[in-house]
C-alpha cells in the first residue's frame, strides 16, 4: 500500500522560513494535501495540489511537488508562533468504493520566539 | 462552510465498556470515516463508509464496529473497550473528490 513518510519535529525562529518535507511511494496518486492540527483540535485543511502542478502558492504557503522522486514540501514564509502546530501531509489513493487518503505520521513545528 | 461534529470532546470509560463514539456531518457527504491519532503514528484509518448501511474495513478495524443508518451520521462503537484504545479519535466526511473534512476529535481515555 502507499507509504507516506515525514520528519517529525522542526523548530525554527519567528519570522524565518519552514520548510516541511513529505516522500510517498504511490505515484498514481492525484491530490496531494496538507493539513494542519493545532493542539487539542481536529485537522484543518491548508492546501492541496493537483498532480500534474509543480508548485501552489498561497499567501505564506507555497506547496512544490516533484513527481520524479515522489516529494512534497510546504513552506510557510515568516513563520509566527500561531503557526506552531502539527502538519500533515496525505496522498490521495483510490480504494474502489471511496477515495481515500494515506496520512504521514505528521511534523510538529515549533517556533521559537 | 463545511461541518463536521463529535458527541464528546472527552470521554472517560472503564475497561470491557461498551462506548459509542457519533459523528455528524451536514454537508450531505456520501463518505465517512473513523480514524485514531496516536502520536508519532499519524493517521490510522479504522472504518469508513460510503453510502448508508455501507461500510468497508480500514487498517486497523480490530476491537470496532460501525453504524452508518442515516447519511449524514456514522458511529463508532467498542464492544469492549480496552486499555489500548485510549488515544484520540477523528471523525471525517468527503463528497466525491478526495478531500476530507474533519471534526475535532474525541479523546478517549480507557481505564
Known amino acids: 500500500g502507499e507509504d507516506v513518510e515525514q520528519s517529525l519535529f522542526l523548530s525554527v525562529r519567528e519570522g524565518d522560513s519552514s520548510v516541511i518535507n513529505c516522500t510517498y511511494t504511490?505515484?498514481?496518486?492525484?491530490?496531494l494535501y496538507w493539513y494542519k492540527q493545532e493542539p487539542g483540535a481536529g485537522l484543518q485543511l491548508l492546501t492541496y495540489?493537483?498532480?500534474?502542478?509543480d508548485m501552489k502558492q498561497d499567501q505564506r504557503l507555497t506547496v512544490l511537488l516533484n513527481k520524479k522522486d515522489k516529494h512534497l514540501s510546504l513552506r510557510i514564509a515568516d513563520t509566527q508562533t500561531g503557526d506552531s502546530a502539527i502538519y500533515f501531509c496525505?496522498?490521495?489513493?483510490?480504494?474502489?468504493?471511496?477515495?481515500?487518503?494515506?496520512f504521514g505520521s505528521g511534523t510538529q513545528l515549533t517556533v521559537l520566539p | 462552510d463545511v461541518k463536521v461534529t463529535q458527541s464528546s470532546r472527552y470521554l472517560v470509560k472503564r475497561t470491557g465498556e461498551k462506548v459509542f463514539l457519533e459523528c455528524v456531518q451536514d454537508?450531505?457527504?456520501?463518505?465517512m470515516f473513523w480514524y485514531r491519532q496516536d502520536p508519532g503514528l499519524g493517521l490510522r484509518l479504522i472504518y469508513f463508509?460510503?453510502?448508508?448501511?455501507?461500510?468497508e474495513k480500514g487498517d486497523i478495524p480490530e476491537g470496532y464496529s460501525v453504524s452508518r443508518e442515516k447519511k449524514e451520521r456514522f458511529s463508532l462503537i467498542l464492544e469492549s473497550a480496552s486499555t489500548n484504545q485510549t488515544s484520540m479519535y477523528l471523525c471525517?466526511?468527503?463528497?466525491?473528490?478526495?478531500?476530507?473534512?474533519f471534526g475535532p476529535g474525541t479523546r478517549l481515555l480507557v481505564l
Open positions: 495540489i493537483f498532480s500534474n502542478m
Open positions: 471525517a466526511s468527503s463528497t466525491g473528490s478526495e478531500t476530507q473534512y
Open positions: 454537508m450531505d457527504h456520501e463518505n
Open positions: 504511490d505515484s498514481s496518486s492525484t491530490y
Open positions: 496525505a496522498v490521495g489513493v483510490p480504494s474502489g468504493s471511496a477515495r481515500q487518503l494515506t
Open positions: 463508509s460510503y453510502d448508508v448501511k455501507m461500510k
